[in-house]
């Protein structure tokens, strides 16, 4: 199995499966001299972890990273970074009645037909396991982004869950971490804890929008045509486990607008750079910064592996009847949170590695005053 790697000079390659001993990431291109340590990293690992609350699986995992090259008394190197994650809470057996089926939704079948084998584990390498590999990648990224971008914060929260949306007019940003929904909506997460008690209590499962936001991102990052940065933004969330859809700012939602309604007008701010007046584009154009918020939205689908019952078929062939067992996530979106802001530091950490190498000085520097 090939392409198991993203980004162009911070470049990350996982490994490893959700049942196997252990999963991880080798990093190259992370810049010499950035401080970080296990549990710099561990902070990040701990948002996305599984068994945090009755609405994610139940299994039981530390999710503890142990950094085993690439840092040196605090320090990177500027050689690999090696990443690597134990699992200690496997539990195969509750996979062996679909040894011989394909789970309906599921990456299942797809494997057989390409590869003729797979682990049909807990979905092998097709599992959201692999994803703490993701977030631990993505926690190196923000220590070196803190070092060379210490404004850049980067955030993401759930806007729904199944029909339910929360409402932007009690948008909060400090309400973010005080539950378990990662809703800047208060009354929505308390309506999303009632609809998740009595989905999760039936066995089945829902999907969800996922928002991530990224804030202090100089002007100047990507470039046209084919170094977009929107493309490396879009492609990084669509490579995450269920994702179906993927939007830049307004999204499809453009599609309703007028020209004048969609353009973001421009003007002179006091100290000599441009702002503008709504953010429309999500913070790109022409596949470049702008210096406003980076605004990315997607779309996960609902898990495919429920007890509820579904119709399938065997590796031979025949008609077969499908429950899937064991420990599983009634909504994959909640712990996508973490993975969709790991994403986005690796992806602007990359185009500022980039923007420095074309460009050279500090990434995103403003090239002269405009007017």
Same mark, same amino acid.
């Given at each position: 199995? =090939?392409?198991? =790697? +993203? ?16 999963? %991880? ?27 945090? @609350? ?30 690597? #994650? ?11 009645? $679909? ?24 979905? %092998?390498?097709? =599992? ?17 982004? *803190? ?18 949306? $929360?409402?932007?007019?009690? +948008? ?8 378990? +929904? ?19 209590? @039936?066995?089945? =499962? ?13 002007? %100047?990052?990507? /470039?046209?045509?084919?170094? *977009? #940065? ?17 939007? #830049? ?5 453009? /599609? ?27 913070? #790109? ?83 002269? *005053?405009?007017?």
């Amino acid at each position: 199995m =090939s392409l198991n =790697s +993203f980004g162009h000079l911070f470049r990350v390659t996982t490994w490893g499966e959700s049942h196997g001993p252990a999963l %991880g990431a080798t990093v190259d291109g992370c810049p010499p001299g950035v401080a970080v340590d296990e549990a710099m990293i561990q902070h990040w690992l701990d948002k996305r972890k599984p068994g945090t @609350s009755k609405y994610t699986t139940q299994r039981r995992e530390a999710d503890e990273v142990e950094i085993l090259s690439g840092v040196f008394e605090g320090q990177t190197t500027g050689t690999p970074v090696q990443l690597m #994650i134990r699992n200690t809470d496997q539990r195969s057996k509750d996979y062996g009645d $679909i040894a011989e089926k394909f789970r309906p939704g599921h990456a299942d079948i797809t494997y057989w037909q390409k590869y003729g084998i797979r682990d049909y584990r807990g979905g %092998g390498r097709s =599992s959201a396991r692999e994803t703490a590999a993701r977030v631990a990648a993505g926690g190196l990224a923000r220590a070196a982004l *803190k070092s060379l971008l210490p404004n850049v914060e980067i955030t993401g929260y759930l806007t729904q869950i199944g029909p339910h949306k $929360i409402d932007r007019e009690r +948008f909060d940003w400090a309400e973010i971490g005080n539950n378990v +929904f990662w809703s800047p909506d208060a009354i929505a997460a308390g309506e999303w804890a009632d609809y998740m008690d009595a989905l999760r209590k @039936s066995g089945n =499962s829902v999907g969800a929008a996922v928002e991530v936001v990224a804030r202090g991102v100089p002007a %100047g990052l990507g /470039a046209p045509v084919y170094g *977009k #940065i929107d493309t490396d933004l879009a492609a990084a969330m669509m490579s995450i486990n269920a994702v179906k859809g993927v939007e #830049i700012g307004e999204g499809m939602a453009a /599609a309703e607008l007028t020209g004048e309604e969609n353009a973001d007008e421009i003007f002179m701010g006091n100290d000599g750079n441009p702002v503008y007046s709504s953010n429309h584009a999500g913070g #790109i154009l022409g596949g470049i910064s702008t210096g406003q918020d980076l605004v990315v939205r997607f779309a996960v689908k609902p898990t495919s592996s429920i007890l509820k019952p579904r119709q399938t078929i065997t590796k031979s062939g025949q008609s077969a009847e499908i429950i899937t067992k064991g420990r599983h996530d009634p909504c994959v979106g909640i712990r996508a949170v973490p993975v969709a802001e790991a994403m986005m530091a690796c992806v602007i950490l990359d185009h500022v590695l980039l923007h420095r190498g074309q460009i050279g000085g500090a990434a995103g520097e403003t090239r002269g *005053k405009i007017g």
